[in-house]
């Protein structure tokens, strides 16, 4: 039932993970797709090649999403390149573990930067694009820790906290040119970010504890809620923080 084809989708962080995979997805629904990556042009090649073997048209972009200027500039090649852009996926971030009293100001300053900043960057690179034909759609990626809070990352709860917030004051404000804004609240997810931590065993153990679902999600598992916020079948809804967690944080 979900069909993308002919739809434009860029996906931010697209090389690896959660991005990887929502790229991938989008592909199979029959859009074409863009991705952004900041360091690992290897792994953005490969997302590439798959999505061409599903006889779809793929790029890769070397983005530092905290820079509104690179930003724009890749929006404009996106466009330049398909002749549109449909779908934005804000994926790309990073989290690092630091208590308040050890935390340098470069480790807040480059979370908030990356995984708020650079979602607004995009929001507002994309926004005279999808306005102009009158349709699109934004899924920006938040957490369960932007709900809750979480203890010796409270940098990165914090930037995912006004992910959400800002989610909800800009689908307010674009529903009304025909974009669409919702929000993917993932919990723990298997990645190459998570994997140091989970790959302790004492770590693996205290996390799935606090899961009813008594298991980790695949960066699929979340790749598919993005789909539906991105398909027509998610028409009636704006503004929405949809939870992929396994049941650990029960708000919504």
Known sequence: MINLKNRIALVTGGSRGIGSACAILFAKAGANVAITYKDNEKAANKVVRKIKSL???AIELKCDIENYQDV???VKEVVNYFG???ILVNNAGVWTESSLENMSEQIWDETIDI???GTMNFC???LPYMKRQKYGRIINISSTAGQ???AFHSHYAAAKGGVISFTKSIAVELIKYGIYVNCVAPGWVLTDMT???LKVKKNMEK???TIPRNKIATPDEIAGPVLFLASDLSNNIVGEILNVNGGSVLCG
Request: aromatic share 8%; glycine share 4%.
């Open 207 to 209: 996390v799935l504890k």
């Open 195 to 197: 994997n140091p931590f």
């Open 148 to 150: 809750r809070g979480e």
């Open 55 to 57: 006889n779809k048209t």
């Open 115 to 117: 995984n708020l900043k």
């Open 84 to 86: 549109r852009i449909d």
């Open 124 to 126: 507002k690179a994309v």
């Open 72 to 74: 724009y500039a890749n």
